[in-house]
T-cell receptor, first 115, second 112 residues
Framework: EPEVTQTPSHQVTQMGQEVILRCVPISNHLYFYWYRQILGQKVEFLVSFYNNEISEKSEIFDDQFSVERPDGSNFTLKIRSTKLEDSAMYFC?????????????FGDGTRLSIL | AQSVTQLGSHVSVSEGALVLLRCNYSSSVPPYLFWYVQYPNQGLQLLLKYTTGATLVKGINGFEAEFKKSETSFHLTKPSAHMSDAAEYFCAVRKGNNDMRFGAGTRLTVKP
């Protein structure tokens, strides 16, 4: 069964550095998402992306964050200048079409540790 | 606005016992509801979903959930718990074409 893949599985970065988290969504999916889960807390929506532009973003997704689909397969989340509080699991997800009844398929996540 | 509330951050059952994980939703429109499971150090795996039609939906690993509009609930059940069911379970509601809104999660522990 097709799956969403994320790399790296664990990223350790110094505070203030830029980090790029990578995702390869399921190939025929059109809608892409990033979520964050701080240790011990709930999964929080960051941003959704469709047709090469952001369709919705949460208050967490400030100017330090950006997303990009640089080619036909990758979907990236960039944090420009990381802060300690950015330490979390970051999940990428994708879904096949616009219907609200379509589930989102999640990757295994990237654990981001900011030192 | 759509949201979900999961009652009980931690549920502990004995192996072979009934599993009941509670989820209540609030939604101004007919909701699309989902249950996801997260095993340690893994991502979120879809267990089941409710969209339209039959209110009792069956998912993977023997889980099922019933959509009860009158109670605004979508509780997850499994007749007989297995040790491998130990995980974090998240109820979620799909908000339009965009994000999923997740509950806080319920950690299920299964005792031998």
């Amino acid at each position: 069964e097709p799956e969403v893949t994320q790399t790296p599985s664990h990223q350790v970065t110094q505070m203030g550095q830029e980090v790029i988290l990578r995702c390869v969504p399921i190939s025929n999916h059109l809608y892409f998402y990033w979520y964050r889960q701080i240790l011990g807390q709930k999964v929080e929506f960051l941003v959704s992306f469709y047709n090469n532009e952001i369709s919705e973003k949460s208050e967490i997704f400030d100017d330090q964050f950006s997303v990009e689909r640089p080619d036909g397969s990758n979907f990236t989340l960039k944090i420009r200048s990381t802060k300690l509080e950015d330490s979390a699991m970051y999940f990428c997800a994708s879904s096949s079409d616009a219907g609200s009844n379509q589930p989102q398929h999640f990757g295994d996540g990237t654990r981001l540790s900011i030192l | 606005a759509q949201s979900v509330t999961q009652l009980g951050s931690h549920v502990s059952v004995s192996e072979g016992a009934l599993v009941l994980l509670r989820c209540n939703y609030s939604s101004s429109v007919p909701p699309y509801l989902f249950w996801y499971v997260q095993y340690p150090n893994q991502g979120l795996q879809l267990l089941l979903k409710y969209t339209t039609g039959a209110t009792l939906v069956k998912g993977i690993n023997g889980f099922e959930a019933e959509f009860k509009k009158s109670e605004t609930s979508f509780h997850l059940t499994k007749p007989s718990a297995h040790m491998s069911d130990a995980a974090e379970y998240f109820c979620a509601v799909r908000k339009g074409n965009n994000d999923m809104r997740f509950g806080a999660g319920t950690r299920l522990t299964v005792k031998p």
